[in-house]
């Protein structure tokens, strides 16, 4: 093979399909997975295909996972970077319907589209481990995993009020109703209805789901999400007498302000109203309780203006005081939450002083401030000592919620408890496109689970498969299917008719991913020890409380049940930012959508993917604006001008050798952290410093054989590890520069060049920093620092943190190389 080329300009599409080709050709690409000594497994988040093909937003999450593979391969890791297609779920058949064509002639037609737009983005993906969802060699393994759930006790059936989406016509998991609303529907208010459906006990995980965090290299914003979605909250169980001999039990934070509770809320629907309501109340309460019902849920959570409520006209002790307090109903207590009814604490409570001062109730005071006295009601510090609280006064409330808890547990009162907001995961959905939830019912023996040997249940193909409102699946209408005889005894019986959640699909998809080549098992033992847990995940924090959390769960049961040797799936995560167009996050209505192919079709992968780097910080994202795609491919031309100029006799100049040093110190630290637009920003100063070094240097130099151009020579030794740096941002570019450069072998088959630390050394500067405008200190750092540096470094010195004490930065001024100023 001719490695002399006509220099000519670049052209980027005959680039890119050739080195495409030869990647296909040579393998190069390919990992032997079975015998890898140095496995890294770099996971990016699997594409829903749908019909309108790859977003941009799916193009920057891949482009920078592949940035980071590519490094870590030229690192000396056998990086694998597999993909696949989460092609089952309700946005698949939502547009199959809208389109009307069936989900499974459309969806193939969707996956071929995205696999071709993925090649064209020269990500480094091993398409021999290709998975899509809805092939029954897949989602086999998704029915086993239901199976082992069942059987573990950890998948169950219960009848229970539900999410139900009116649009989606199913029912919701409770992490894909957002502030009431579906999740897919942004209009659409989210109703209850109590159904029987499948649940996953996740709840049982909740603590361990919070601890193992604290030991997960992952993005903070993730684990906040996380930790919060789980809402742990101390408390205890208090009850309160009734006259019916049967208490009501609340659940408190608040145990220390229990002397103030001076009246009780049930839900409407709370099991002890019909029992505990006086008769004179019955009609008023009924009434109420009808009201109630056909309410929506954002109504009830986030709570109307005006608060409703009813008295029982029955009355309950106060354990800690011992006086009769008045029992009401109030729509914005919920049973699903807690145990369905609170006790009411005005004096301390926003919500609970509201509904006082609307129906005339007590208000006492228990807790003061601490060190003054008084103040304005409702007092909700959880600073403050206690009064009015019999021998609790003088307490913290922190020494007197755990003093009450154990003083009324002594008398039966009370009950220590831990809860959390992370309820069951509801998997049944009651549509078509996903894998049919592989249990039987019988008349004489309940609940069969389908044998392992009879996976997978096959999704029948039906030509009517829209939803209604009835709350049965689609597959309720194929009686030819769901008849079945019972696996136990032989006696007829009847398929479940719903499907799973596509969330419990993509739960252990990584798990599948090592293991395609293997028919018999979901993931063989071998490839999952070489190559779990995966090494590196990057993806959207629009996942962090669904996919990521399931798919902790999943992997958690797996291992208690003896198929992993480890509970956590991603040893790291980095949860990269957003594209917004103009200011605007990308939405058809708004018509500012990016279409990755006219992009690429016009500047080239390489350019593109380059671009898309640029925007902003990797894990904040950026703004996509046409005028700065040029500046790029500018850079990709000199770059490719250089070229031409490599001689391997040309002097080195000194700046040009530390300067080189220094970029690939920074370009390989950058990327390490996901800070892939400095570090493109530090080889377009290296490339200007060549240039610059390159005229000044050796104005009129001649070299070059007969006929070809004259200009400044540059050394070899200065422009290969330029290219190295380059390859995994541009990597058919940079294919075609090395081989250029006379090397045979791909550039990713070459090492991550080394650094001299003496030459990589910067210069320090001083560096003011002031707060609100104020000199408050000096730090000596290195020149060109980025923004998020400078200020991370500025807030962790020592005396201009005593100027900030516990204030919250509203702003910061940063001029590069001078100061930086924080507001506060
Ligand atoms: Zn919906
Ligand atoms: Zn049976």
Redesign the pocket.
């Known amino acids: 093979m001719a490695t002399q080329h006509d220099a000519g300009s670049y052209d980027p599409q005959a680039v890119e399909t050739r080195w495409r080709a030869r990647w296909q050709e040579r393998g190069t690409n390919r990992v032997a997975v079975a015998t890898a000594p140095r496995p890294y497994y770099n996971l990016m988040m699997f594409p829903y295909p749908s019909a309108e093909g790859l977003h941009v937003g799916n193009v920057f999450a891949f482009v920078g996972t592949d940035i980071h593979g590519r490094y870590r391969r030229l690192r000396g890791h056998d990086v694998f970077e597999p993909i696949g297609f989460d092609a089952f779920g309700i946005h698949s058949e939502n547009y199959a319907l809208k389109v009307n064509t069936h989900p499974s002639q459309l969806i193939p037609r969707n996956i071929a589209r995205f696999r071709e737009q993925l090649r064209r983005v020269g990500l480094m993906v091993s398409w021999e481990h290709e998975v899509s969802t809805t092939d029954p060699a897949y989602y086999r393994w998704t029915q086993w995993i239901f199976l082992q759930l069942y059987q573990a006790g950890l998948a169950y059936k219960k009848a229970a009020p539900v999410n139900w989406?009116p649009?989606?016509k199913t029912v919701?998991a409770n992490e894909q109703v957002i502030n009431g609303y579906?999740?897919?529907?942004p209009e659409?208010l989210v109703t209850q209805r109590v159904l029987e459906q499948w649940f996953f006990a996740i709840a049982k995980y909740a603590q361990r789901l919070l601890d193992n965090l604290e030991t997960l290299d992952w993005s903070d914003s993730t684990r906040t999400a996380q930790r919060n979605w789980i809402g742990r909250s101390e408390g205890a169980e208090l009850r309160f007498e009734t006259p019916i001999g049967e208490p009501i039990v609340v659940f408190t934070t608040r145990p220390d302000t229990v002397f103030g509770a001076t009246w009780v809320v049930l839900a409407p629907e709370h099991p002890l109203v019909e029992r505990l309501t006086a008769d004179e109340r019955r009609p008023a309460v009924n009434a109420y309780r009808r009201q109630a019902q056909d309410m929506d849920l954002v109504t009830r959570k986030v709570g109307a203006k005006e608060k409703t409520g009813v008295f029982l006209g029955a009355y309950a002790r106060n354990p800690a005081t011992g006086e009769s307090v008045p029992i009401w109903i109030a729509d914005y207590v919920l049973m699903e939450y807690g145990t369905g009814a609170i006790m009411a604490v005005p004096g301390h409570d926003e919500r609970d002083h509201e509904f006082a001062q609307t129906f005339g109730l007590p208000i006492v005071r228990v807790v003061e401030p601490t060190g003054a006295a008084g103040g304005a009601l409702p007092y909700t510090p959880w600073e403050g000592t206690l009064v009015n609280s019999g021998r609790f006064d003088g307490m913290t409330c922190a020494e007197a919620a755990p003093a009450i808890t154990r003083w009324l547990e002594g008398r039966g009162l009370a009950t220590g408890r831990v809860q959390y907001r992370l309820h069951d995961w509801c998997i049944s959905r009651q549509r078509y496109w996903g894998p049919p939830i592989p249990i039987i019912y019988c008349d004489r023996c309940g609940i069969v689970p389908v044998p392992e040997r009879d996976l997978p249940v096959v999704l029948p193909p039906l030509e009517n498969y829209r939803p209604d409102e009835s709350g049965v699946s689609p597959l309720a209408r194929l009686e030819s299917w769901y008849r079945v005889p019972c696996p136990a005894c032989g006696a007829a019986a009847r398929r479940e008719t719903d499907v799973s959640d596509t969330f419990l699909d993509s739960a252990w998809y990584f798990l599948r991913y090592p293991s395609t080549e293997f028919d018999d098992r979901p993931f063989d033992a071998d490839l999952t020890r070489r190559w779990l847990p995966v090494t590196s995940y990057i993806g959207g924090n629009e996942h962090a409380v669904l996919h990521l959390m399931y798919a902790r769960f999943v992997t958690m049961v797996l291992h208690d049940l003896g198929h992993l040797g480890f509970d956590e799936p991603f040893a790291r995560f980095r949860a990269h930012g957003t594209i917004v167009k103009d200011g605007a996050k990308m939405s058809k209505s708004r018509g500012n959508v990016v279409v990755p192919d006219e992009y690429i079709a016009q500047w080239g992968a390489d350019t593109f993917r380059m671009y898309l780097m640029f925007l902003g910080p990797y894990q904040e994202g950026g703004d996509f604006r046409d005028e700065g795609i040029s500046g790029i491919r500018r850079f990709l031309d000199r770059v490719w001008g250089l070229m031409t100029d490599v001689s391997p006799d040309a002097a080195i100049p000194e700046a040009a050798r530390r300067k080189l040093h220094q970029t690939i110190r920074k370009v390989g630290a950058d990327i390490e952290e996901l800070r892939y637009n400095t570090g493109i920003a530090a080889m377009m100063e290296y490339v200007n410093l060549l240039r610059r070094e390159g005229q000044e240097g050796q104005e009129g130099q001649k070299r070059g054989a007969e006929g070809q151009r004259e200009g400044p020579s540059v050394a070899r030794e200065l422009v290969e590890p330029l290219i190295l740096l380059l390859a995994p941002f541009a990597p058919h570019f940079a294919e075609e520069c090395w081989e250029r450069l006379g090397h045979e072998r791909s550039v990713f088959e070459a090492s991550w060049p080394a650094f001299d630390p003496e030459l990589a050394r910067d210069a320090e500067i001083e560096l003011v920093v002031q707060v609100n405008g104020k000199v408050r200190g000096r730090l000596l750092v290195s020149p060109g620092l980025a923004e998020p540096e400078a200020v991370a470094q500025a807030r962790a010195d020592e005396t201009v943190r005593k100027f900030i004490g516990d204030k919250q930065i509203r702003k910061a001024i940063y001029v590069p190389d001078r100061l930086v100023n924080l507001v506060v």
């Open positions: 989406c649009e989606c919701l579906c999740e897919r529907h659409t």
